[in-house]
């Protein structure tokens, strides 16, 4: 029975290594990291069981290892789940952010249980009744072997060509050069580039080290220069430095120590590499800035992986001093553990809206360890840096004890390298990962590696790893208490299992109705069904309410339109996403039911794009309510965009939807505020410079014409502002110049609707049938059956 137990514990743990980096499935809506946090949640917990159950049904005892890292890591642990306590969104806090999924609590505490399995289930020496830290190593590279075939596959354009000959319709993800198995956005490879800068520091370390001469030798190598060249073609900055750094930092350490002594030679493979990311890391040099010949489809490939966006340091700085300043809580625990979606709304900077990415809500730092600053607070960074510095102590003091020669020995005699077998590789490595920690976000694999060699290192070490031991031979009553337990742990896992699964099928539901691009009422269901199997997950219910409120537009746009089935689509889909829970009675197989709605702004009232979302709904809902509820939907749709304005205050988007709300219910004066704040946050935003003019219109023509005459003067080649401005111009009598702005908005957009409709009226008020008619019917191509341009059509057919 031992026996069963350790081979569930060492084929899970080996299983999870070597899938990881390569796990992935198109069946939900992001396909890398939810199918591998998954993965780690159900491998994880099977080892753990079988690890504890081991213990106290068969050997009748408690046997763990410590080390001097236990009492950091569960202080962190600890503090992560106090601060998702006290977090602004608990689901985010305890499942993640939707869309990214890793950094949450049900991520964390599995990584560092997986953390203890590996001090007490891993040995240097080769046991068969434990993992061996070479063997884990072993596993590691030939994954990652498979993942740079993956990946040059899709850079070569392979994938398109198998699919081509086998018949078979791959996804479309697959057939982008980008796509790799390790983490993908589309056209961005960067974390894959990351995950290999961190398995070149690997072998780096292990042609360092005396590790067997398996581990040598032509595989090795071209491992080695496949990942390099992988790693030019992606020609991302923050790999270059990750390498650059790392390396610098291991060869100085090594040259100070002396660790190689008469074989220094040696250490001109770490420089050759440091010189290689250093001339990679110069513009001029970079792949990207060379001109290439067009016409070649691999290097179009190449050229089509670009870098991903990310938060630079002085912005990432900016959001987490203002998310732990914002209260005392969050001086100490931060905004709550997976939560930075929060704090990059609230408090971004305003320069962030004069950036190409201005748009963009970034859900994660563009530094892993400013991210724990802003989400977990002085507590949480300091646990974490105490864990990193007490590692990095702990190596370099026991260097430092393995290199010390006997006082009979000459120093000639002594071979340090061989001192330190496994302990270079996995040092480089460790190093590598707080580089890349400073410089990049954490996902689900790097957090994996991070954990997963930490805890090689500790027993690479041997010093540091105690072993406690508490029998129940002598206590049967403890072995109750410890059956007992057990039991309770069984259940506990079944529970989080069976969760787990539910979850899986919600985002495969989710998924489904997201691909659905004709059935509404399909997506409504599948959307339905997501949220039976997950209702922890917010951003389901703001989906469904979105999916509500669309069939509801479609039934507008149709000739026999239900005023009835308008309501109930409207209804729902302000129940899914509003403030309250609500009780709905509906049919199912003739008997009348009834459920409970609970509305996304009540589940995370800190969350900007519930807010937003719920503001919209009730914006565009008030022309098919009854009017004596119109004011009270009104004044919903304002507090509503009111919420969001609050939780992300420099978005120029929020204020001027508010505006033009303001501006369409009469309140001219209060639109004019929130269109001059739009054009404050943002100078160029279009939308605030056409709209703050167009607040002038009713009152005060010439202001109107004035704003719209300068906000075009500065930006001459946008279509809305020369429609406008030459609407204005019609309105106000100068139908020539108007015709002069509609055609130059026409050129700019040819398929403009408004500016040909607008075109062919100012020519009708010419007397120009002709050219009038010319331009109706071009409107109406654009909207076959128009009743209103059919009918000006007629009109002027008849006057003919």
Not at 28 to 38: Q, R
């Amino acid at each position: 029975m031992s026996n069963i137990f350790n081979r569930i514990i060492k084929g899970s743990i080996y299983s999870l290594v070597f899938l990881l980096p390569l796990f992935f499935t198109t069946s939900v809506s992001e396909i890398h990291e939810f199918n591998k946090g998954h993965l780690i949640l159900f491998l994880v917990m099977l080892a753990f069981l079988a690890w504890i159950a081991n213990m106290v049904l068969i050997n009748k005892e408690l046997r763990f290892r410590r080390t001097p890292l236990d009492l950091p890591i569960l202080a962190f642990t600890g503090i992560a789940v106090l601060s998702a306590i006290f977090s602004v969104d608990y689901y985010s806090s305890i499942f993640g952010y939707f869309g990214r999924f890793g950094d949450g609590l049900i991520i964390l505490i599995p990584l560092v249980l997986f953390y203890f399995l590996i001090i007490n289930k891993t040995s240097v020496d080769n046991d068969k009744q434990v993992i061996t830290v070479s063997g884990l190593l072993r596993v590691l590279l030939a994954s990652t072997f498979i993942v740079v075939l993956m990946s040059y596959l899709s850079v070569l354009g392979i994938w398109q060509t198998i699919a081509g000959i086998a018949g078979i319709e791959l996804p479309e993800q697959m057939l982008l050069s980008s796509f790799n198995p390790v983490a993908f956005s589309t056209f961005s490879a960067s974390g894959l580039a990351m995950y290999l800068s961190i398995i070149l520091l690997i072998i780096v370390g292990m042609f360092l080290s005396d590790i067997k001469k398996s581990f040598k030798g032509i595989p090795l190598a071209v491992l080695f220069f496949s990942i390099l060249s992988l790693l030019i073609i992606i020609d991302y900055n923050p790999s270059w430095i990750v390498l650059l750094i790392s390396l610098f930092v291991f060869t100085g350490f090594m040259l100070w120590k002396r660790v190689f002594r008469e074989q220094v030679n040696l250490l001109m493979i770490p420089i050759l590499l440091i010189i290689v990311s250093a001339i990679f890391l110069i513009p001029a040099v970079s792949p990207r800035n060379i001109e290439y010949n067009a016409e070649s489809k691999i290097i179009a490939r190449i050229i089509d992986i670009a870098p991903e966006t990310v938060l630079d340091a002085g912005t990432n700085l900016i959001i987490a001093k203002g998310a732990i300043t914002e209260d005392i809580k969050s001086v100490f625990l931060g905004s709550g553990i997976g939560t930075f979606h929060y704090d990059f709304a609230k408090f971004k900077p305003l320069e962030i809206n004069q950036k190409d990415y201005w748009s963009i809500r970034f859900n994660r730092s563009g530094s892993h360890i400013v991210e724990i600053l802003a989400t977990m607070g002085v507590l949480g960074l300091l646990a974490y840096l105490s864990i990193i510095g007490l590692a990095l102590m702990i190596v370099f003091f026991l260097i430092q004890t393995k290199l010390k020669l006997p006082k009979s020995a000459k120093k000639e005699e002594v071979s340090s390298v061989g001192e330190l077998p496994l302990i270079l590789p996995l040092f480089l490595a460790f190093i590598g990962l707080f580089v890349a920690q400073l410089i990049y976000y954490q996902n689900v694999l790097s957090a994996f590696l991070f954990w997963f060699f930490l805890a090689l290192l500790m027993v690479a070490l041997k010093g540091p790893v105690k072993e406690k031991k508490i029998s129940f031979k002598s206590f049967p009553e403890l072995s109750l208490i410890f059956n007992v337990l057990l039991f309770i742990l069984i259940l506990g896992i079944g529970v989080l299992w069976f969760f787990n699964a539910r979850f899986y099928l919600a985002e495969v539901n989710y998924a489904q109705a997201m691909n659905e691009q004709k059935d509404g009422q399909k997506i409504i269901d599948k959307l339905e069904k997501a949220v039976q199997l997950n209702p922890y997950q917010p951003y389901y219910r703001v989906m469904l309410s979105r999916s509500y409120f669309n069939m509801a537009y479609l039934e507008t746009m149709k000739q026999d339109t239900d005023l009835a089935v308008i309501k109930e689509y409207v209804i729902n889909a302000a129940n899914y996403g509003g403030e309250e829970e609500v009780e709905k009675n509906y049919i199912e197989n003739g008997q009348e039911k009834t459920k409970t709605i609970v509305g996304v702004a009540k589940m995370v009232p800190n969350e900007v794009i519930v807010w937003e979302n719920l503001a919209v709904i009730y914006r565009d809902i008030r022309s098919v309510i009854e009017p004596e509820t119109r004011n009270e939907v009104v004044r919903f749709a304002t507090e509503s965009f009111l919420k969001a304005i609050e939780l992300e205050p420099n978005n120029p988007v929020l204020h001027s939807a508010l505006g033009k709300l303001y501006l369409s219910e009469g309140e001219a004066e209060k639109a004019k505020q929130e269109f001059a704040k739009t054009v404050e946050l943002k100078e160029d935003y279009l939308e605030g410079l056409v709209q703050g003019a167009l607040a002038y219109e009713e009152e005060n023509m010439e202001e109107a014409v004035r704003r719209m005459e300068k906000a075009y003067n500065d930006y001459p080649q946008q279509p809305e502002i020369c429609f406008q401005l030459g609407r204005l111009y019609y309105n106000n009598d100068q139908t020539d110049e108007a015709i002069r702005l509609f055609e130059k908005a026409v050129v700019l957009m040819p398929n403009y609707s408004n500016a040909l409709y607008s075109l062919a009226m100012a020519y009708q008020r010419q007397g120009n049938k002709e050219l009038s008619l010319q331009y109706f019917n071009q409107v109406l191509q654009l909207n076959p059956g128009n009743e209103d341009v059919q009918e000006k059509i007629k009109q002027l057919r008849a006057t003919n």
